[in-house]
């Protein structure tokens, strides 16, 4: 069995807004294994991202902050550290690529200067000399053609997609154990979306790392995922092997996802769609929070939220799933 690097357990983690408290992640448990490229979906809002600052130790205090429950990495708990405590994993152990590579690279600083900035954090000893030999050598190994003299120059003079590989080369500079990707693949052209990809995948192997992948690009999950878990308003709805989940899911709202993919269908069917919309979690809905855009709900469903239970080797937080339900009553998504 494959050891576990990252485990999260029971975690809950709340924004306060002018609205009230937002119930961003709500007792959300997973499992990173050592060498896994870990895949979270579900739609803009579910707390994908907030999962991951939570992990980072990067929630925007004081509105944001983890009520409750362990965050793992190697069998020592993230929750309750220090800033510095945390600085000292950061960029080491974990690591991070943003959604927006121009907003997180700082626009005054070279890419080198930031590159080797990364290096001197967390090594006070080496020389200046060594640190930007490395950082050359991190941007030609991320496909970054004449890094001696790209070193030199400030982000505003790297494409998007060259930004992106920096972005990378800044995470993987200190061979971190886990590389958190936050939609990595976000505006960019389909292109250089699939050599992002398969670099992240190359890198992964040469440096042995796992990656916690974060998109709501399914076609991204199923490229790269080796697991996958499923976000709904803060909840997990599923969490099984890529290929569970793409061919066989269980939970009614992996099944809406992965039905609203463009197949092979010709051009006058329409594929179908999950009705509704994604609810508002500072005044989320009672029991499960699936249930008023959900085709097989009961008043089980409306009342109590299911604690999850494990149907064919995966977790599914469903009282029934998708094989108990289907045929029943002949429901199926709008189509």
Do not use: W
């Not at 999962?51 to 190697?74: C, D, E, F, T, W």
């Not at 121009?102 to 900035?117: H, K, R």
């Amino acid at each position: 069995m494959s050891e576990i690097l990252l485990k999260i357990e029971n975690l809950f983690v709340q924004y306060d807004t002018e609205e009230g408290i937002v119930q961003a992640v709500d007792d959300v448990s997973l499992e990173v294994m050592r060498e896994e490229v870990f895949g979270l979906v579900g739609e803009s809002g579910c707390g994908k991202s907030t999962l991951a600052l939570s992990i980072m130790g990067l929630l925007s205090k004081p509105m944001g902050r983890i009520v409750s429950g362990h965050i793992y990495l190697n069998d020592t708990d993230l929750v309750g550290m220090s800033q510095e405590e945390l600085r000292n994993i950061r960029g080491k152990n974990i690591s991070m690529i943003f959604q927006d590579p121009t907003a997180s690279l700082n626009p005054v600083f070279t890419v080198g200067d930031q590159l080797i900035e990364a290096y001197r954090a967390h090594d006070k000893n080496i020389e200046m000399d060594a640190a930007k030999s490395k950082a050359t050598g991190m941007l030609r190994k991320v496909g970054i053609s004449n890094p001696e003299t790209r070193i030199t120059q400030y982000p505003h003079e790297f494409s998007g997609g060259m930004k992106q590989r920096a972005m990378i080369a800044i995470g993987l500079a200190n061979n971190p154990q886990l590389l958190i990707a936050d939609e990595p693949t976000t505006n960019l052209d389909v292109t250089i979306q699939a050599q992002i990809l398969e670099l992240m995948s190359d890198l992964k192997k040469e440096y042995s790392s796992s990656i916690l992948l974060i998109t709501h690009n399914l076609g991204v999950v199923a490229e790269l995922a080796d697991r996958v878990g499923v976000m709904y308003a803060g909840r997990m709805a599923e969490i099984g092997t890529a290929r569970q989940i793409f061919h066989d899911p269980q939970h009614p709202y992996t099944k809406g996802l992965i039905n609203s993919l463009p197949g092979f269908k010709s051009r006058s069917d329409r594929l179908p769609i999950i009705p509704g919309r994604v609810p508002n979690l500072v005044r989320p809905p009672s029991g499960c929070r699936f249930h008023p855009r959900c085709p097989y709900a009961s008043e089980q469903c409306a009342v109590e939220a299911s604690k999850g239970r494990i149907i064919d080797g995966r977790y599914v937080s469903c009282h029934m799933g998708i094989k108990d339900l289907e045929g029943k009553a002949g429901i199926r998504y709008e189509q």
